[in-house]
């Protein structure tokens, strides 16, 4: 196949250097960053430039690598130059603006496939100079169906397949978003604010793994999430009241002294990480 890349950072680069080393296909890349262009050849992270002002694209499949608003305005341009039967997708982190796009899309180009992409891989850095060959081995791929297109559905889902990834999940845009909020944007509001302790100018020589773990995911992209967060404002509102509430329970016992209340939510985390633990082992 004929691939093209449009967003050569840490995704789109780790996307076209797996694709390259674990198949045959050709991959075009494209960055507005000349820097960005120049690196992804070196770290072979695509064959050729992606010439993105064509009058005919022809690729069988365009990855859009790109935030959410970025994402759709690419995909809008590009789109109708594509040639009949090529298949577009992206992949952000949030996905009902996105796919709501890709369906309007699809109504104007029904020669065209479209679907919905996360990756479920990824570092706590950015750009092209972070990029890996193995990235997404082993990583799950979600994929958010455009309107009823199985046929595109399951093109993309041999694809990844086939570059290495380790399996493929199915959920619609909004069950998409509602699970993002809880395992990956909760996740790092909760670094970025555990960091913000005045405490933490003084933590050398007084932390372990712990440390390390929860403050892991606070060094992040400022621009990229706020984007996310903002787009999935309903959902991650709501986790944070969650987490708020639970926050306040072991305060609450802490401040009154209730040995029996704190060791029964404590006991509690402990029993729903197991049960968390256990479903993912039978998952696999």
Not at 150 to 168: M, S
Not at 179 to 187: P, V
Not at 269 to 280: D, I, N, P
Request: glycine content about 6%; proline content about 2%; charged content about 25%.
């Amino acid at each position: 196949m004929k691939i093209g890349i449009v967003g050569l950072g840490l995704i789109g680069g780790s996307l076209g250097r797996q694709i390259i080393r674990n198949t045959s296909h050709t991959v075009y890349g494209y960055d507005l960053s000349e820097d960005a262009m120049l690196k992804a050849q070196m770290l072979n992270a695509c064959h050729e430039r992606l010439d993105v002002e064509a009058e005919r694209i022809d690729l069988d499949l365009l990855i859009v690598a790109l935030c959410p608003e970025a994402a759709i305005e690419a995909m809008r341009k590009i789109a109708p130059r594509m040639k009949k039967g090529a298949l577009i997708i992206d992949t952000c982190g949030t996905k009902r603006k996105v796919v709501a796009a890709m369906s309007e899309l699809k109504d104007m180009y029904p020669d065209l496939g479209f679907v919905g992409v996360h990756p479920m891989a990824g570092r706590e850095y950015s750009g092209i100079s972070h990029s890996t060959a193995t990235l997404f081995e082993h990583a799950y791929i979600i994929l958010t169906p455009v309107q009823t297109d199985l046929e595109a559905e399951e093109k993309v889902r041999a694809f990844f397949l086939e570059t290495g990834c380790e399996g493929i999940t199915t959920a619609s845009a909004a069950t998409h978003d509602r699970m993002i909020a809880y395992t990956s944007q909760l996740a790092h509001v909760v670094s970025s604010a555990y960091i913000r302790n005045p405490l933490s100018e003084t933590y050398v020589g007084f932390s372990a793994g712990s440390f390390r773990d929860l403050t892991r995911v606070a060094k992040l992209n400022p621009d990229m999430w706020t984007e996310l967060f903002t787009e999935n404002k309903d959902n991650l509102v709501e986790c944070i009241d969650v987490l708020q509430q639970k926050l306040s329970e072991y305060r609450d016992a802490l401040v009154a002294g209730d040995r029996e209340k704190l060791h029964a939510a404590l006991e509690e985390g402990t029993m729903m990480k197991e049960a968390a633990e256990k479903l993912r082992r039978e998952r696999k």
